[in-house]
Nanobody, 121 residues
Framework: QVQLVESGGGLVQPGGSLRLSCAASGSIFSIYAMGWYRQAPGKQRELVASITSAGRTNYADSVKGRFTISRDNPKNTSYLQMNNLKPEDTAVYYC???????????????WGQGTQVTVSS
């Protein structure tokens, strides 16, 4: 059984910062990539940022220059540093990991339960 546990969401004023964390636990053989998605009310879930085990990153255009994703491979943990937050960043943020449970497995995607980020004055 794999669990992805997010933390760090909350309420912040425009221009403020938050740091999200996602820890993957369980019987994990290998994690290829970890990422963060978000879903605002009435909108589809969208990719915010992702990072591979080699450190290659990908960002949505709307967050480039403001958000930074990082990863601690030995701890199976990813982080999303969010700076200069805007009201349009308000959403539920979901952690995602593409991983294998054993060497016989294939890579599959797993999701956290989500954490609310609200940017408002």
């Amino acid at each position: 059984q794999v669990q992805l546990v997010e933390s760090g969401g909350g309420l912040v004023q425009p221009g403020g910062s938050l740091r999200l964390s996602c820890a993957a636990s369980g019987s994990i053989f290998s994690i290829y990539a970890m990422g963060w998605y978000r879903q605002a009310p009435g909108k589809q879930r969208e990719l915010v940022a992702s990072i591979t085990s080699a450190g290659r990153t990908n960002y949505a255009d709307s967050v480039k220059g403001r958000f930074t994703i990082s990863r601690d491979n030995p701890k199976n943990t990813s982080y999303l540093q969010m700076n200069n937050l805007k009201p349009e960043d308000t959403a539920v943020y979901y952690c995602n990991a593409v991983l294998m449970l054993s060497h016989r497995d294939t890579y599959n995607a797993y999701w956290g339960q989500g954490t609310q980020v609200t940017v408002s004055s």
